[in-house]
């Protein structure tokens, strides 16, 4: 059963910076790779990232936590501003369709 989660920043476009864009869908697109998960669409927009994988919920949830993680340590080690995503009231860091 097929797994949608999104990962949306809470202030700002951060993903209109080509930079960071192909930064975040590129450490995706590894993450996949690296677990053996198979990714059935990425889409991107200014905001946010939604993936679907071939997996269950759980999987996905554990996947858009380690993109967080990722991308938040990159972004603040690059640009020395973050987090990327911001920090989220707890009980309220993912959303899934």
Request: proline share 6%; aromatic share 8%.
């Amino acid at each position: 059963m097929p797994a949608t989660v999104r990962l949306s920043a809470l202030h700002g476009t951060p993903l209109d910076d080509h930079t960071t864009r192909r930064t975040v869908e590129s450490t995706a697109r590894a993450i996949a790779e690296r677990e053996g998960v198979e990714l059935l669409a990425l889409e991107l927009s200014p905001a946010s990232i939604t993936i679907t994988l071939e997996a269950e919920r759980i999987v996905g949830v554990g996947f858009v936590a380690e993109l967080r993680r990722i991308t938040n340590k990159w972004y603040e080690d690059k640009y020395r501003d973050g987090p990327l995503w911001g920090t989220p009231a707890p009980g309220t860091e993912f959303q899934f369709d």
